[in-house]
């Protein structure tokens, strides 16, 4: 899953207002070949309808300055606020109550948390408003013949993107999403998009651009699929020896030790747990030069196959008990 961060995406947007397309740029190229021959011995495309297509997609230097631009990882006192305010907390209470029904149905059909559901949608597309403006084919076209570090990735996706749009019966030069090729409300990959989404109201379509039946259905499938635990806990915090913690933070994505192996490290949690839990350990810098470190369960792990960044894990944690409580209290 790939999620669009705001300032990458304007960022990206600014820069194809002042970046020409090279359209037809793929014509005639060995690399574009050797894709639709694939394409077409793997799974049946015709030939000649696919070349048409990718002789459709323009190539966007824009999106390879956003792909050069080099990552620079904020703390987690200056990435919070982007995340967990009070806008994302009002609008995602606005949202449940304007969508409770299709919320309670998910969360009873695969045992997700509605707040959950509710963050991971305000996180992503502020409630389906920054979707992207990209045409799909020309945001996966650009990574996957333009650049040689991701092409493997990228080809894998814009393979599974064809193939999503022969299964939706859509026009692929119709779709929209980010600069990356994400797509909808909650920004699937198309490879996420096949494997995950669903039709939520029985239409027949799985719509995560316009329907909120299908994009609230479908992060709930997603999660469930991805090992969420009804009711379970998401973090505990956590104290520790600074030498363990840094050892153990090396390994912020896996679950490899219990709660007992764990504190039989010098791992201390702040709640009662079950010894046989799985758990992670991770740090947060709270402010400069002051950092607390917390376990992450198997629901933080989920949150993490959904994005794999520990602060955006703990960013949608948070944000989804703000939204909870303002929707319990009614405000």
């Given at each position: 899953?790939?999620?669009?961060?705001?300032?990458?995406?304007?960022?990206?947007?600014?820069?194809?207002?002042i970046a020409?397309?090279?359209?037809?740029?793929?014509?005639?190229?060995?690399?574009?070949?050797?894709?639709?021959?694939?394409?077409?011995?793997?799974h049946?495309?015709?030939?000649?309808?696919?070349?048409?297509?990718?002789l459709?997609?323009?190539?966007?230097?824009?999106?390879?300055?956003v792909?050069?631009?080099?990552s620079?990882?904020?703390?987690?006192y200056?990435?919070?606020?982007s995340?967990v305010n009070?806008?994302?907390?009002?609008?995602?209470?606005?949202?449940?109550?304007?969508?409770a029904?299709?919320?309670q149905?998910?969360?009873e059909?695969?045992?997700?948390?509605?707040?959950?559901?509710?963050?991971?949608i305000?996180?992503?597309?502020?409630?389906?408003?920054?979707?992207?403006s990209?045409?799909?084919l020309d945001?996966?076209?650009?990574?996957?013949?333009?650049?040689?570090?991701?092409?493997?990735?990228?080809q894998?996706e814009?393979?599974?993107?064809?193939?999503?749009?022969?299964?939706?019966?859509?026009?692929?030069?119709?779709?929209?999403?980010?600069?990356a090729?994400?797509?909808g409300?909650?920004?699937?990959?198309?490879?996420?998009?096949?494997q995950?989404?669903?039709?939520g109201?029985?239409?027949?379509?799985?719509?995560?651009?316009?329907?909120?039946?299908d994009?609230?259905?479908s992060?709930?499938?997603?999660?469930q699929?991805?090992?969420?635990?009804?009711?379970g806990?998401?973090?505990?915090?956590?104290?520790?020896p600074?030498?363990?913690?840094d050892?153990?933070?090396?390994?912020?994505?896996?679950?490899h030790?219990?709660?007992?192996?764990?504190?039989?490290?010098?791992?201390?949690?702040?709640?009662?747990?079950?010894d046989?839990?799985?758990?992670?350990?991770?740090?947060?810098?709270?402010?400069?030069?002051?950092?607390?470190?917390?376990?992450?369960?198997?629901?933080f792990?989920?949150?993490t196959?959904?994005?794999?960044?520990?602060?955006?894990?703990?960013?949608?944690?948070?944000?989804?008990?703000?939204?909870?409580?303002?929707r319990?209290?009614?405000?």
């Amino acid at each position: 899953m790939t999620a669009v961060k705001p300032l990458a995406l304007a960022a990206c947007l600014a820069l194809s207002l002042i970046a020409p397309a090279h359209a037809a740029s793929l014509a005639g190229r060995a690399d574009v070949d050797a894709f639709i021959e694939q394409m077409v011995r793997n799974h049946g495309f015709n030939r000649d309808q696919l070349s048409a297509t990718l002789l459709q997609a323009d190539t966007k230097p824009s999106i390879l300055a956003v792909f050069d631009k080099p990552s620079t990882a904020r703390p987690w006192y200056r990435f919070r606020p982007s995340f967990v305010n009070d806008t994302l907390t009002q609008e995602g209470a606005a949202f449940w109550a304007r969508h409770a029904a299709l919320l309670q149905r998910a969360s009873e059909q695969y045992g997700v948390d509605e707040a959950m559901i509710v963050a991971i949608i305000g996180i992503e597309t502020r409630f389906g408003r920054n979707m992207g403006s990209f045409r799909v084919l020309d945001a996966l076209a650009t990574v996957a013949f333009d650049y040689p570090r991701r092409a493997s990735y990228f080809q894998q996706e814009l393979a599974a993107f064809l193939l999503l749009a022969q299964e939706e019966r859509r026009d692929p030069t119709q779709f929209k999403g980010s600069y990356a090729g994400a797509m909808g409300w909650p920004q699937f990959m198309p490879s996420s998009f096949r494997q995950w989404a669903v039709d939520g109201d029985g239409d027949g379509q799985r719509d995560i651009w316009n329907n909120p039946a299908d994009v609230i259905a479908s992060v709930a499938h997603y999660f469930q699929q991805h090992g969420w635990q009804r009711g379970g806990a998401i973090v505990v915090a956590a104290t520790a020896p600074k030498a363990v913690a840094d050892q153990l933070a090396q390994d912020k994505f896996n679950l490899h030790y219990s709660v007992a192996e764990l504190r039989a490290m010098g791992v201390t949690p702040a709640a009662t747990l079950d010894d046989t839990a799985k758990a992670v350990l991770f740090p947060l810098e709270v402010a400069p030069g002051e950092t607390e470190y917390w376990l992450g369960l198997q629901n933080f792990y989920t949150i993490t196959r959904y994005n794999k960044s520990t602060l955006y894990a703990m960013a949608a944690q948070q944000l989804a008990e703000q939204i909870r409580q303002r929707r319990q209290n009614g405000r």
